[in-house]
C-alpha cells in the first residue's frame, strides 16, 4: 500500500531532484522523520561526528557532483554546531541546504529546554531561512533549491517543526525555469571591444564565479585569441590548466607572490575581472588600481557592493555569453612587447622553488612528486595553505579546494572525506596543521566507518605558524601559539586507519606509496622545525 507523503517526504525528493545523493550530520529525536524521508527518496545519510564536519564533508561532496550539500542538524546545540560551516558557505559560495529540526509553534510557547530562533541565528549568515509548512512545502523546498544555486551560491537554512515534518502534503510539479544567461547590450559591448583592440598590457583576473558558471571553455578561447595572461584567485585555480603559457598562477593570501604579481597589475593598461569575486583577497589587493587611470572591465553575476576595487566599465551578465561576444575570430597580435609576464613567471618559480630538502616546501613538493597527477587535493587554513596555493600546479577545476573566503580552520579533513566518497578510484589528499587536524581528529573514525582512503597529510611543527610568524614580525613576546608535539600517526591507527611519521623526503615517499596501495586512510606525520615559513610566503 501506496503511503501518504509527509512534508519532510516533499522536501526530500525535490532535494534529490536537484542531485543531492548524500546527506551528513548528527541526528537527534526532533529530525527523525527527515532522515528517514532523505533515505527513503534515496539520498544516503551519513553519520558524522560533529556537524561542523558533517557540513564540509557534504561541501567536499559537492565539488566533485555539483548538487548542494546537505547539513542535517537537531535543535539547540546541535544547529549551533554547524555555524562556522554555513557561514563558510556563505562567504565561499558553496550551495547548500541547512535542514534542522524544531519544536512546533505552540510547544515552544511554554517549553524551552534546548529551545531557540533558529532563524534568528541563521539569517546573517544564509541566503535565506524557512520554516518548513506542510502545505507549501513543495514551494518552500524549491525556493530553497533556487535559491541555494543562483548566483553567488550560498546556504539555505530550513528549520522543520517536529509535527510539521509529518503532516500529508502534496508534491505540485510547478518549478520555477532557470534564468537564461544574460550579455551586456551592443553599446557595452562596443566599448569593451573598442579597449581590449587599444590595450597592448592586458591582464585577467580569474575568480570563484568563473568556477560556479563552468565558464572555463569560454574563457580559455576568449585569452587565447586576445593573448591575455592571467592570475587566478585560489579557489579557481585550474581553472586552465597551470601549465598554460599565459597563466602566471594563483593569488591571495601570499605578500611574497603579491611581491611579483602586483605590480605587473599596476603596469597593465587594461584589467579584466573574469568572475572575479575579492572574498579570497588579502588588503593588498583593495584599491590597487584607480578606474580613472587604468581601464577596468568587470564582468560579475551580482553589482559589485563590495568595494574591494572598482570598474572602469561594470558588466552584470553571465561570463561566457559575454566572452563569445568578445573574442575574435582571428587570433589578435601578441601584447606586452616588454615580456613582462614572462618574467614574473620566472620570478614566481624563483620564489616558491621545489627543490627544498625538507621544511614546509619540501614536503609540498614531494606530495607533488610522488602523488598522480589526477590527485584531488584539499587545504586547512594556515601558513601552509598559503605556500601550497602557490606551490600545487592544478590541471583541471576544483583540483584543489579550501576555505578562502571565511578561512576556516578543520575544513580539510571532512574535505577530503567527501571527496573521496565521490571520487572512490582517484587520490584524495588533505594538508592540516597540526592544530587544524587536532579540531576533526574524532572525524577519523567517520572515514573508517566509511570506508574511504584519502590521504592525511600533517605538518607538525608544534605552533600555530602563522600567527606565531604574525607575533614574530610585531616584536611581540610568545603566548598562546605553541602546542605539544602528538603522536599523530597513531592517532590514524587508533581509529582504525594507517599512520606514519617522517622527517625526510625519502621516507615521505615511501609513506605515500604505501598509502596510495592501502584500502584504508592513512594519516602522514610530517614533523618540520618552527619558523620553516619565514620569507616563504
Not at 19 to 42: I, N, Q, S, W, Y
Amino acid at each position: 500500500m501506496t503511503q501518504p507523503l509527509r512534508a519532510a517526504d516533499v522536501l526530500a525528493r525535490r532535494l534529490y531532484e536537484a542531485g543531492c545523493r548524500h546527506a551528513f550530520g548528527m541526528p537527534g529525536g526532533e529530525v527523525l522523520t527527515l532522515v528517514d524521508a532523505l533515505v527513503k527518496a534515496g539520498i544516503e545519510f551519513h553519520l558524522a561526528k560533529h556537524e561542523n564536519a558533517a557540513g564540509f564533508m557534504g561541501e567536499g561532496i559537492h565539488h566533485s557532483d555539483g548538487a548542494p550539500a546537505i547539513l542535517v542538524a537537531t535543535l539547540g546545540p546541535g544547529a549551533l554546531n554547524g555555524v562556522n560551516v554555513v557561514a563558510n558557505a556563505h562567504q565561499d559560495r558553496v550551495p547548500m541546504l541547512v535542514l534542522t529540526g524544531c519544536v512546533d509553534a505552540a510547544e515552544e510557547q511554554s517549553y524551552t529546554h534546548q529551545v531557540l530562533d533558529h532563524r534568528a541565528v541563521f539569517a546573517p549568515i544564509t541566503k535565506a531561512t524557512f520554516r518548513l509548512d506542510a502545505e507549501a512545502a513543495d514551494l518552500i523546498a524549491d525556493k530553497a533549491v533556487a535559491i541555494a544555486t543562483q548566483p553567488r551560491n550560498g546556504p539555505v537554512h530550513i528549520d522543520v517543526p517536529i509535527s510539521v515534518a509529518d503532516r500529508p502534503a502534496r508534491e505540485r510539479s510547478a518549478r520555477r525555469a532557470p534564468a537564461a544567461p544574460s550579455q551586456p547590450d551592443r553599446a557595452t559591448l562596443a566599448q569593451a571591444l573598442s579597449w581590449l583592440s587599444e590595450a597592448t598590457r592586458p591582464l585577467a583576473i580569474i575568480g570563484l564565479d568563473a568556477l560556479q558558471e563552468q565558464a572555463a571553455p569560454a574563457i580559455r578561447a576568449f585569452l587565447e585569441a586576445q593573448q591575455i595572461p592571467f592570475v587566478t584567485t585560489y579557489k579557481a585555480k585550474g581553472i586552465l590548466p597551470e601549465g598554460h603559457p599565459l597563466c602566471l598562477g594563483g593569488a591571495g593570501l601570499s605578500p611574497l607572490a603579491d611581491s611579483h604579481l602586483l605590480p605587473l597589475v599596476q603596469q597593465a593598461d587594461l584589467i579584466l575581472g573574469l568572475g572575479y569575486d575579492p572574498i579570497e583577497m588579502r588588503p593588498g589587493w583593495r584599491n590597487i588600481w584607480q578606474p580613472d587611470q587604468q581601464r577596468m572591465i568587470d564582468i560579475t553575476p551580482e553589482a559589485n557592493l563590495h568595494y574591494m576595487h572598482q570598474a572602469s566599465l561594470a558588466l552584470v551578465c553571465a561570463l561566457t555569453p559575454t566572452l563569445q561576444a568578445l573574442t575574435p575570430d582571428r587570433p589578435a597580435p601578441a601584447k606586452w612587447a616588454c615580456d613582462s609576464p614572462a618574467g614574473v613567471q620566472s620570478a614566481l618559480a624563483e620564489a616558491f622553488p621545489q627543490d627544498d630538502d625538507w621544511g614546509p616546501a619540501g614536503v609540498i613538493a614531494q606530495c607533488r612528486n610522488s602523488l598522480p597527477a589526477t590527485t584531488l587535493a584539499t587545504a586547512d587554513s594556515g601558513a601552509h595553505r598559503i605556500l601550497l596555493s602557490q606551490m600545487w600546479q592544478c590541471m583541471e577545476p576544483r583540483q584543489l579546494i579550501q576555505s578562502s573566503g571565511l578561512c576556516t580552520m578543520g575544513c580539510a579533513v571532512p574535505m577530503a572525506v567527501g571527496r573521496k566518497l565521490a571520487n572512490p578510484d582517484r587520490p584524495v589528499v588533505s594538508f592540516s596543521g597540526d592544530t587544524g587536524f587536532l579540531m576533526v581528529a574524532g572525524d577519523l573514525a567517520t572515514a573508517a566507518e566509511l570506508g574511504v582512503a584519502p590521504i592525511f597529510v600533517v605538518f607538525v611543527d608544534a605552533s600555530l605558524a602563522l600567527i606565531d610568524l604574525k607575533q614574530r614580525q610585531r616584536q611581540l613576546p610568545n603566548a598562546g601559539v605553541d602546542l605539544a608535539r602528538h603522536d599523530f600517526a597513531a592517532i590514524g591507527r587508533a581509529f582504525g586507519g594507517n599512520g606514519a611519521t617522517v622527517r625526510n623526503r625519502r621516507d615521505l615517499d615511501k609513506a605515500l606509496q604505501e598509502a596510495l596501495a592501502s584500502d584504508r586512510f592513512t594519516v602522514i606525520a610530517a614533523e618540520i622545525e618552527p619558523g620553516g615559513y619565514d620569507g616563504r610566503i
